[in-house]
């Protein structure tokens, strides 16, 4: 059976905003300014993606179950880590894939790749109680010149960006996102124009998503020194569109024409198109002047707890944890969503590697995943798993 389907079956804020939350008596702020050990940061082009091959030509039906550490299905590059909720492909080519792998629980930041490596790459120190922990990675927009990479980070005092180098101490870029007892997951995604959105949990409270004056229930958009992007819809402020309560990940189009934000929700969970500006949005303004998320593109009233996510154009593969799942998301021309989604990597539909906690574009025909199932899953002897997933064939681009 080809690999495609086998496994596709298968990165001081300005002064002038005031936030009333604290975390734990610390208020929003940003870290310094980058050190000039940073590099220069010219004008971005596209953001990198790997020239990746094609997928391996053929894998047998049958792959033997695991064997301790050591895992026979051809779709997995790195086995025995632990609750992987943050991976990170980085630039490269040629034959060998390589990402970077964050453990929730742990703060551990792991270098894999497709030949087999597994060198620890940092160790960031999380608070993981609750949902909370290290649970998502992007690297810098300029990392060819800088080679650092950002971090969504739990703290005993608050919820934070932080950025790091291999070797070096993190450094926080934007501190003081409010802390609750759940609600304290975020992502994070690097853009083609230089900044960086972070979408942000509702610390436990469903009001903050909507409410002024806090970093809470999210999206903001700041740039890689952590201060807020100059055309936010509110100057000074990092808020850019409002309504989240638990952000499992943000991904956009390969051209970036579109950006998705994936939610798990109170009563259901959602997936929402990002407005790429002030005037992008339907949904009516929030109290900060920055639109809100208005209504989802898609929901599930199951919530199967969506997590990564990746836009293959005519698709949106979204990622779950408790629905051990990827599911499709057929898209029509003008962007919508235009179908029920094929389920795939199931067990019936392609191999299943269980609980999904991460998922990211490498290119446009393959993604990295991330499973959890060493935190309430069922984790096989090779668990946790890195795992690559190719491209979904799309079953049609939906209603008119």
């Known amino acids: 059976m080809p690999l495609a389907l086998a496994v596709s079956g298968l990165l001081a804020l300005s002064g002038c905003a005031q936030f009333e939350d604290e975390a734990a008596g610390e208020q929003w702020s940003a870290a310094p300014e980058l050190s000039p050990e940073r590099g220069p940061q010219p004008e971005l082009p596209e953001a990198d993606t790997p020239d990746v091959p094609s997928a391996p030509q053929e894998q047998p ?90 971090a969504y980070i739990t703290t005993p005092d608050d919820n934070r960006v932080v950025r790091f180098a291999r070797g070096q101490p993190p450094k926080p870029v934007l501190k003081g996102i409010p802390k609750g007892r759940t609600g304290n997951a975020g992502a994070l995604l690097a853009t083609a124009d230089g900044s960086l959105l972070v979408a942000t949990g509702n610390a436990g409270d469903a009001k903050k998503a909507d409410r002024s004056g806090t970093l809470s229930g999210k999206v903001l958009r700041i740039d890689p020194s952590g201060s807020p992007a100059a055309d936010n ?141 060493k935190h309430d899953g069922d984790p096989a002897s090779s668990d946790d798993r890195v795992v690559l997933i190719v491209r979904q064939p799309s079953g049609g681009s939906g209603r008119d």
């Open 61 to 150: 039906t049958d792959v033997p179950p695991p064997e301790g550490c050591t895992d026979f299905d051809q779709a997995v590059i790195a086995t025995c880590l632990d609750t992987v909720s943050a991976v990170a492909p980085l630039p490269g080519g040629g034959q060998v894939i390589s990402a970077l792998a964050g453990e929730r629980r742990s703060g551990r930041v792991m270098l894999v790749d497709s030949n087999g490596t597994k060198d620890r790459f940092a160790k960031l120190d999380v608070d993981a109680t609750g949902d909370g922990g290290l649970t998502s990675l992007a690297l810098s927009p300029t990392y060819r010149e800088d080679r650092l990479v950002y």
């Open 233 to 373: 819809p509110t100057s000074g402020s990092p808020v850019f569109a409002s309504g989240l309560t638990r952000p499992g990940g943000l991904c956009r189009t390969p051209d970036g024409s579109r950006t998705w934000v994936t939610d798990r929700g109170a009563d259901k969970d959602a997936l929402y198109e990002v407005p790429d500006s002030v005037d992008g949005s339907d949904g009516a303004d929030s109290a900060d002047g920055a639109p809100a998320l208005g209504a989802p593109a898609w929901t599930w009233p199951d919530k199967p707890g969506v997590t990564g996510c990746a836009d293959w154009t005519d698709s949106v593969a979204v990622a779950t944890s408790r629905g051990e799942n990827v599911q499709n998301l057929p898209l029509t021309q003008d962007g919508s969503v235009g179908g029920e989604p094929q389920i795939t990597m199931d067990g019936d539909n392609g191999p299943s590697y269980g609980r999904l906690g991460s998922l990211s574009q490498v290119s446009e025909n393959v993604s990295v995943a991330g499973t959890i199932n």
